[in-house]
């Protein structure tokens, strides 16, 4: 897939509320029946929530939908119950990222015939939406990744030769470093608070372009070579970062010049401050510029009462139309063919350019989001976290904690039965830290 095909697929997700929102589409059922519950893990904060049920939905006139968001946990359990009791349940329609989607297999229908329907598709996608089998299990949604922000204000703080578009980690650590020089300030962010996506950055970002892994490769040699350059970053980094949840904040308040986090997580900036900003792709370390490609899909359960009205909603979501609204109201990218319109959002076109650049670096290396975990996969991510805070905020020995944590990870993958993924490859059983 070249780099211009990459910005048209591209879009995000998150998790929040256990709120029942408000009905959205139709007010009649109409030959598609009953109305439903769409339940996904994405779209957590209030103002995408509405976004989603006002705005995205709103063309929608089938049968009633209840959108509502929650943590993954939630959600799945939710689903797994409605499958344990049998019956019709609630929920017509699922949205979950990539490897969310592991522990439903069983009670998810077979969407082959509908997925046919959408040619434009990149087969990347297609395939991961079958879940490692034959069947077709969900239809790729929507797609996104991380980058930088860079107030302009940093840039003539560049490490000499560099050039911002095709960074390194270690020009990042000197870009850093010249700025605090000059200016008494540690103005990079990174969202290491509550509730923030600091666990992606690790799994999809520092990890493999390091190590050229993650489980396989998470105590190794150049795992203490990678922690020891964060340990270095941390230097020069906001110490408020350990409160930043989305780096949108800091960088409007210009707590920080330079922040890395997801697009979704960036663009209120990028869309109030288009003049002031470049957004450029994540850095490269020794092993490439790895970069993270998260992918979110929609599946029917068995369980639905309205088999029609479900693949309605799919239908709908997946129209050029919807897609752009979903692109202009929560910057989440199409996945299919669309034409992005020239009125587009001058923050959105900064998104586009920078992940247009970094999906067509040389050395850019894809990474999906952890595969197969379910409900475990919160104890990787914590895990990951808890690392980072040990070695980087507290300063305890990389050695020791790697090998502490590293048993905590191999606990989450095995009891999650969790084959490799990504840059660790395959396994013929679950995944083993090495």
């Not at 893990?41 to 006139?61: C, D, N, V």
């Not at 290491?192 to 390091?210: K, T």
Request: charged letters at 20%; proline letters at 6%; hydrophobic letters at 40%.
């Amino acid at each position: 897939m070249n780099a211009r095909s990459i910005v048209i697929v591209l879009a995000l997700v998150i998790t929040a509320c256990s709120t029942q929102g408000t009905p959205s589409g139709g007010a009649a059922a109409t030959d598609q029946g009953s109305g439903f519950v769409f339940a996904s893990t994405q779209f957590t904060p209030t103002t995408e929530q509405e976004a989603m049920r006002t705005k995205i939905l709103a063309g929608y006139k089938g049968a009633p939908v209840d959108f509502i968001t929650d943590a993954e946990g939630v959600i799945l359990d939710r689903i797994t119950a409605e499958a344990k009791a049998g019956g019709a349940g609630k929920v017509g329609l699922i949205g979950l990222e990539n490897g969310q989607f592991g522990s439903l297999i069983s009670g998810l229908q077979d969407l082959g015939s509908t997925m046919d329907k959408y040619k434009g598709i990149p087969a990347d996608f297609v395939g991961l939406g079958k879940l490692g089998t034959a069947t077709q299990y969900y239809v790729p949604w929507m797609q996104a990744t991380y980058f930088l922000a860079v107030n302009k204000k940093a840039l003539p703080y560049l490490p000499s030769g560099a050039d911002v578009n095709a960074l390194t980690y270690d020009q990042l650590i000197t870009w850093g470093k010249n700025i605090t020089d000059k200016t008494g300030k540690r103005m990079i962010g990174l969202p290491a608070g509550n509730n923030s996506l600091l666990h992606r950055l690790l799994q999809g970002y520092f990890y493999p372009s390091y190590t050229g892994g993650l489980v396989t490769t998470y105590k190794s040699a150049d795992a203490e070579t990678m922690w020891g350059a964060i340990k270095e970053l941390w230097k020069y980094t906001n110490p408020q970062s350990t409160t930043y949840a989305f780096m949108q904040e800091p960088l409007q308040s210009e707590e920080v010049w330079i922040g890395f986090d997801h697009a979704a997580r960036l663009i209120n900036v990028l869309k109030a401050k288009p003049d002031d900003f470049v957004a450029v792709p994540a850095p490269a370390g020794p092993k490439g510029r790895y970069f993270m490609t998260v992918l979110v899909g929609l599946a029917i359960p068995k369980t639905t009462a309205n088999q029609a009205g479900a693949a309605a909603l799919i239908d709908y979501l997946l129209q050029p139309s919807t897609q752009i609204a979903t692109l202009r109201e929560n910057s989440f990218f199409p996945v299919v063919k669309v034409d992005i319109p020239g009125d587009l959002n001058p923050g959105l076109k900064l998104e586009a350019d920078a992940v247009a650049k970094q999906a067509g670096a040389k050395d850019a290396k894809p990474v999906p989001l952890p595969v197969g975990l379910g409900a475990k996969g919160g104890d990787l991510n914590k895990a990951m976290v808890d690392t980072f805070q040990r070695i980087v905020v507290k300063g305890e020995d990389i050695r020791t904690v790697l090998n502490e944590q590293a048993a905590l990870v191999q606990k989450a993958i095995t009891d999650a039965g969790a084959t490799c993924w990504g840059p660790d490859g395959s396994s013929t059983g679950p995944c083993q830290v090495k």
